[in-house]
């Protein structure tokens, strides 16, 4: 009787109550009714495309990673003092906080727009919503998000950023973990080209 030949769990940086690991298997026949799709392809339609119009998942929680940098980061730029006063009124300080604030808004604002979009499917039909992935689009600015926020708040925590013994070096690890559920962001851009290149094709063809 075949059996598993080796199991490991993955030791990630962040995420760790997610466990993720490797399971491999020897001389294991898998009896045919229990194949998923078919042969030889995904059993999950559409592959990566099928992500433009699913529930956001992992996207909501980027800007909650983000959120929670971004308020560590405020709260000790406005009790930290250097030079005779807050580093917050220092100007490169509070620029960084506003651009913190800025992109967290924009990604707390996707997350609504696309949660609407998961909600009422026939808004793509109607021309409410824009015929694009705007799952992947909002997975893609999430992530980034999280982690550049993440980082900017490591800086503004100066040397303690990276000490255990603060939470940010934890969102910082874990902002990076999310770079690639679903799938990594250099797999992303190129399927929001194509959609972008099929709308521009197919607005061509309507202007003839």
């Not at 255990?164 to 399927?191: C, D, M, W």
Request: charge should be positive; aromatic fraction near 6%.
């Amino acid at each position: 009787m075949a059996t598993a030949t080796g199991f490991r769990e993955h030791d990630k940086v962040g995420r760790r109550l997610g466990s993720n690991g490797e399971l491999a298997f020897q001389d294991c026949r898998v009896p045919a009714e229990n194949l998923l799709g078919e042969e030889g392809r995904s059993p999950f339609p559409g592959g990566t495309a099928a992500l433009g119009r699913r529930i956001p998942r992992f996207q909501a929680i980027n800007p909650g990673i983000g959120r929670a940098a971004y308020e560590a980061a405020l709260e000790y730029a406005k009790l930290r003092v250097q030079g005779g006063r807050p580093v917050i009124e220092h100007q490169a300080v509070g620029l960084a906080l506003a651009d913190m604030a800025i992109r967290l808004e924009i990604a707390r604002n996707m997350i609504w727009h696309v949660a609407r979009a998961s909600d009422h499917p026939e808004a793509y039909a109607d021309g409410s919503l824009p015929d694009l992935p705007l799952q992947i689009m909002t997975k893609v600015f999430t992530s980034e998000t999280a982690r550049q926020v993440c980082l900017a708040a490591a800086q503004i925590f100066g040397g303690m950023g990276v000490m255990r013994e603060l939470p940010v070096q934890k969102y910082v690890r874990g902002a990076l973990i999310f770079l690639h559920p679903e799938s990594t962001n250099s797999v992303a851009r190129p399927k929001i080209a194509e959609a972008l290149a099929g709308c521009r094709r197919a607005s061509s063809m309507a202007g003839e």
